[in-house]
């Protein structure tokens, strides 16, 4: 039972978000409430918010009128799982960088002195401008036969959010150990490489997973974002893009794409779940990030 109540309480509190936009909607005015000609709560019309059965009928209706058109629900999985591969990418190269960095920092004091300061700034750079800066660069690379491609630009900027939250949990985490651990292994003659795998990585584990979830919804958010800011097409950055263009229209059509932007968090947080139960023994004292 303890296994299946956060299960429970996950579908209960997402149950309780569609109530509470129904109700909303049911009793909010269509043009919002507004204080002192300020709106201080959105608008509840059908166009900018529709029934729920609305988007679920929508959902399962064709994308277009064209004849062969997929349902908008089998479209909108594919240009999710087209996106999500890319985060994957995007967060396994940021976890590999942000742990490489932070072993660097801890190994050498001078080494986190300089480095910190720019992994934190780093983090401050726009991606709607650093994503076509990183496209025009890519599309100059090429060796033999190896081109550049835009979804190695959406991942490359999904590995850069990704890689944050790693380094500084994993920094935290090699530097959780006591001084009686350390004492001790010195005591032994162990190296620092040895003491580094023996009594550091198990140290950081429970400072380490928290960082992991951030990152693969860092990642998530960063390859949507990136893919909105090149163009690249067959994702659900493009989606939200090209189906918000007929939302006057079609007002229902428009949140298939954000639903499965919201799947594919869902998703990366199971995956790092799944990591998390291989490492339970360690997640005793598990640590915000």
Sequence with gaps: ?????????????????GVAWEVYKALAPDTGVVIAGITV???????AMPHLGAMLDRALSPVTRAA?????????LQAASFSFGIAVVGWLVGVVVGIAIAIVMQRFRTAQ??????VVLSQTVPLIALAPLVRRIGTQLSTGGFEWQDWMSVALIASYLAFFPVSIGALRGFGS???EHLDLMRAYGVGWWRTFLAVRVPASIPFLLPALRLAAVNAVVGTIVAEVSIGLRGGIGRAIVEFAASGSADPAKQWSPIFGAVLMGLAAAGLVALLSLALRRYRRN???A
């Design 41 to 47: 709560l959105p608008r509840a019309s059908d166009l």
């Design 177 to 179: 150990p006591t001084a």
């Design 286 to 288: 598990e640590v915000s």
């Design 1 to 17: 039972m303890r296994r299946l109540r956060p299960i429970l309480l996950g579908i209960a509190g997402v149950v309780l978000v």
């Design 113 to 118: 002195s300089a480095l910190l300061p720019w």
């Design 68 to 76: 062969g058109s997929p349902a908008l629900w089998l479209a909108t």
